[in-house]
DNA sequence: TTGAAAGCGCTAACAG
DNA sequence: CTGTTAGCGCTTTCAA
């Protein structure tokens, strides 16, 4: 007598249709369902209207864990971890927009963490996200801790592609990482010589006060060496870690009560919260942009375009930086070779504040 | 003779360490090592100290998709799928800010999708995320497609918490969703009457371009009726589908100069970055605010709070709403029970422009 | 063109 | 306190 081939300890909680129901339906099996799904044309096109009928009565849907635990040796989850330092900082959402519309589509999912700037809390989301087996790793910047940069490379190991953004230093590492973004320091540079070439002479730049923006401080770090490398007067300048406009306000104030040395003439600032910040301070003091006082931005924010005076800034691609990473990674998923890095233009858009 | 126990089909095609190497390395089973990174306190600490020398050095890091299937009947993934109109728009950035935020050191993750205010692509994007399973779902408003509602009611069926965000409508639907967000009719309808308060009699609600944006379309209908229960003049006209700043001053300049009707003493907005393209206009043409022209925006973006006039808006809980929803969300995992409705405060701003 | 068997890495259930 | 067995749902490999 055969034993029973009722299983004795059923583990199915949920309700939905495996691929094993759908096979039932159709009486095929489920590796032929699975097959239709994945390569249609292999399956005889008599089974394959069955099955599509199976799969409509049944209202199947894939389970991917599965799927990824399956294939590809256990890995080859079709998903996309990111690692953004701030999501509600416009800058960044942009960009996380822009790797979604991207993704769309195309099968990957998006796996988001915000690491609020610090290297610390990106290790731990890293660790996190890749519990999961993404088949693409982004991150933002060049800066990790020790054990980030050991997990990125395992996940590089195993080809997954491994993606900085909103970076892009001259000098190739070699390290197997892509970088998608732009060059800070020549960003910084570029906005000194612009004040220098409107002829002002005594120039600061305004730092985020966030200690681990690390690209304004290397804009920063530009800016004074440019202006070093052209003889003019320039100071480097933290703005306090309050709200952006107000610590705007706050750092231009100080710079101009400041005694013992000259007035500053012109100020650059890490972003366009701050230098609306100044603006308004400025204003309010009554001093005449830019006669009296350059003042010079970073991102293009809204805001900016629409006091008087127009505040001039740099052009940055929030957006594109997104869709050209989401363009990458899937090339790079679907033809095995590493994503290429990839400079992306921006443009410093002079108005009325300087 | 026993046949050779190597597998003949090898299919790990990653290098890295699964609870059957650390388990080798500890001396023990599987089981075991699983049990103690789950409930250390069930082994005995002897071996618990065995295995955490072989968890180090191997580097382990336990493959979330495996653990996934394997519990809660194939269900069961730790992470959380949001759908969200727009993640560059700042209002959503924020929420999912706050969601982030509120999930991290959970053990959740987030995936997130775009839907660019579409039900259709809402759709879509739904049924891609439930492809993972996710063990809680969150969606922006009340209105979905059919087929949405019941991949909604679906996965409410397994237990998973279904929470809409950004809504909250008085009358209880009972359909086991949970509502965490605001009534926008009734916002709509404290714009309007702020408006008549301040004397005016002549109304314009200027709504947002976006045909699918139900929640500004909400309000207006809100703005409207309290208007009409007033007896007071309101028109409901529609925003042009541009850049949001100049979408506003066009609407306005439109009002403003319609023939044939009393003009417009007041004007409320789907959002301030409208209401500002407005405020711009009303300068441009010389209008004193609010003796000739009151403006009411919604939102409280930081433009709004920068122009002078400065703009009266209405004040809502973005952070807020992915706080209490990662909190809500985690409490009806831990419990099991679902999560109840949750109305959040909002405030209106009554600043100099009306 | 279709199927059987085995395995991905982990955990539930039960036994000792 | 620890181990054995079976199974989550899918896909790979090999065979028919």
């Known amino acids: 007598m055969p034993t029973d081939t009722v299983p004795r300890h059923p583990r199915r909680g ?5 691929l094993a129901d759908v096979a039932a339906a159709a009486g095929v099996t489920a590796i032929t369902v699975s097959r239709y799904l994945r390569e249609p044309h292999r399956v005889a096109s008599e089974t394959g209207t069955t099955i599509a009928r199976a799969l409509s009565e049944t209202g199947y849907m894939p389970n991917k864990q ?20 701030s999501i509600a900082n416009s800058i960044f959402a942009e960009t996380v927009q822009g790797l979604a519309d991207g993704l769309q589509g195309s099968g990957c999912e998006l796996l988001l963490a915000s690491t609020d700037y610090s290297v ?24 990790h801790t020790a054990a980030a940069l050991e997990l990125m490379h395992q996940a590089r190991a195993r080809c997954a592609p491994v993606i900085e953004i909103w970076d892009h230093h001259p000098e190739a590492r070699g390290d197997g990482f892509t970088q998608i973004g732009f060059d800070h320091a020549q960003v910084g540079r ?11 002479r005594t120039l600061a ?29 320039a100071e480097h300048v933290t703005a306090p870690r309050a709200e952006a406009i107000e610590a705007g306000r706050q750092a231009l104030a100080a710079l101009l009560d400041a005694r013992g040395r ?24 009554g001093l005449q942009m830019p006669r009296d006082l350059a003042l010079l931005g970073f991102g293009d924010f809204a805001l900016g375009r629409q006091l008087a005076p127009a505040l001039s800034t740099v052009q940055v691609p929030r957006l594109e930086i997104g ?5 990458a990674l899937l090339a790079a998923l679907a033809s095995g070779q590493p994503a290429p890095d990839h400079a992306l233009p921006w443009a410093l858009l002079a108005r009325a504040s300087t």
Chains 1, 2 share one sequence.
């Not at 990106?122 to 088949?135: I, T």
């Not at 730092?207 to 003019?232: L, N, P, Q, T, Y």
């Open 323 to 327: 869709q050209a990473t989401a363009r």
């Open 190 to 200: 570029a906005m000194a010589e612009h004040l220098i070439e409107r002829g002002h």
């Open 262 to 285: 000259p007035r500053v003439r012109a100020a650059a600032f890490a972003n366009d919260h701050l230098a609306c910040g100044a603006l308004l301070e400025a204003q309010s003091r």
């Open 120 to 143: 610390e809390r990106e290790e731990e989301q890293l660790r996190a996200l890749l519990g999961w087996f993404p088949s693409a790793i982004v991150v933002t910047g060049r800066r």
């Open 205 to 233: 730049y305004v730092d985020s006060g966030v200690a681990e923006d690390f690209r304004a401080h290397e804009r920063g770090e530009g800016f004074i060496a440019a202006a070093k490398a052209r003889r003019v007067r």
């Open 14 to 18: 949920h309700g939905r249709a495996t």
């Open 66 to 85: 599965a799927g990824a635990l399956a294939s590809a040796g256990g890995g080859g989850a079709r998903m996309v971890a990111a690692l953004i330092p």
